[in-house]
């Protein structure tokens, strides 16, 4: 009984869950629940278990007008949203770079066992995966993988009342610079992957939610 009371818990808060817009300026999210939210992100997943990324808070709100110039889809958010997060993904994540290394350090892997390590990771990249000879295609990698925090983010919000609104509606080239000249990043290591902004929604959502039927997403093959 308790995994199905979990089940439909789950399933109300993802048809709860809306990409709000406009939050209420009156509302902010505690430093407590914003914790818990990134802790959410800090504990996902990632491919080889790399986690290549790092969550920058962005709440100074002269910045926040900065990037506002340069996010054409994030301008309700940026204005009104009680804490606004960017999602930074590494670059140069190859099998042979620092983040390889540090990553299989803080496993603990050392002599045979690292170099056995090494050995998959080479050949995921560059015969499985062909990425390794390409920056553009390891940056991709990496950014893609900021996703799976970033849902975990969001409804771990729901989970508490809390909305957010995830955003790709910006000048990339521009905010990496801008974030490099503030010093927030490295734009030779790292680079923007996406924005999530959390806060209360300042009102309900004008249209219920939409999505496909199970039928048409899902295929099983048995």
């Given at each position: 009984m308790e995994k199905e009371l979990l089940k439909k818990q789950m399933m109300e808060v993802m048809a709860?869950?809306?990409s709000i817009r406009i939050y209420d300026l009156d509302k902010k999210v505690s430093r407590e629940d914003m914790d818990y939210i990134l802790e959410a992100a800090r504990l996902s997943p990632s491919s080889v278990g790399l986690e290549p990324w790092r969550f920058v808070v962005l709440n100074n709100a002269e910045m926040?007008?900065?990037i506002r110039d340069l996010s054409w889809g994030a301008h309700p958010q940026l204005d009104t949203a009680s804490d606004f997060v960017l999602l930074i993904a590494k670059k140069g994540a190859r099998y042979d770079s620092?983040?390889?290394?540090?990553?299989?350090n803080r496993r603990g892997l050392t002599g045979d066992k690292k170099d056995r390590a090494l050995s998959i990771?080479?050949?995921?990249?560059?015969?499985?995966?062909?990425?390794?000879?390409?920056?553009?295609?390891l940056f991709d990698w990496a950014a893609k993988q900021t996703y799976i925090p970033m849902a975990n983010m969001m409804t771990a919000?729901?989970?508490?009342?809390i909305?957010?609104?995830?955003?790709?509606?910006f000048n990339y080239k521009k905010v990496d610079e801008y974030l490099t000249a503030e010093g927030i990043i490295d734009g030779e290591k790292e680079g923007v992957a996406a924005m999530v902004s959390?806060?209360?929604?300042?009102?309900?959502?004008?249209?219920a939610k939409a999505r496909r039927s199970y039928d048409e997403v899902v295929t099983w093959v048995e």
């Amino acid at each position: 009984m308790e995994k199905e009371l979990l089940k439909k818990q789950m399933m109300e808060v993802m048809a709860n869950r809306h990409s709000i817009r406009i939050y209420d300026l009156d509302k902010k999210v505690s430093r407590e629940d914003m914790d818990y939210i990134l802790e959410a992100a800090r504990l996902s997943p990632s491919s080889v278990g790399l986690e290549p990324w790092r969550f920058v808070v962005l709440n100074n709100a002269e910045m926040r007008a900065q990037i506002r110039d340069l996010s054409w889809g994030a301008h309700p958010q940026l204005d009104t949203a009680s804490d606004f997060v960017l999602l930074i993904a590494k670059k140069g994540a190859r099998y042979d770079s620092e983040i390889f290394d540090e990553h299989m350090n803080r496993r603990g892997l050392t002599g045979d066992k690292k170099d056995r390590a090494l050995s998959i990771y080479k050949k995921f990249q560059e015969e499985d995966m062909d990425i390794a000879n390409s920056p553009r295609a390891l940056f991709d990698w990496a950014a893609k993988q900021t996703y799976i925090p970033m849902a975990n983010m969001m409804t771990a919000a729901t989970m508490i009342g809390i909305d957010s609104c995830p955003i790709e509606g910006f000048n990339y080239k521009k905010v990496d610079e801008y974030l490099t000249a503030e010093g927030i990043i490295d734009g030779e290591k790292e680079g923007v992957a996406a924005m999530v902004s959390f806060g209360y929604r300042a009102k309900e959502p004008k249209h219920a939610k939409a999505r496909r039927s199970y039928d048409e997403v899902v295929t099983w093959v048995e």
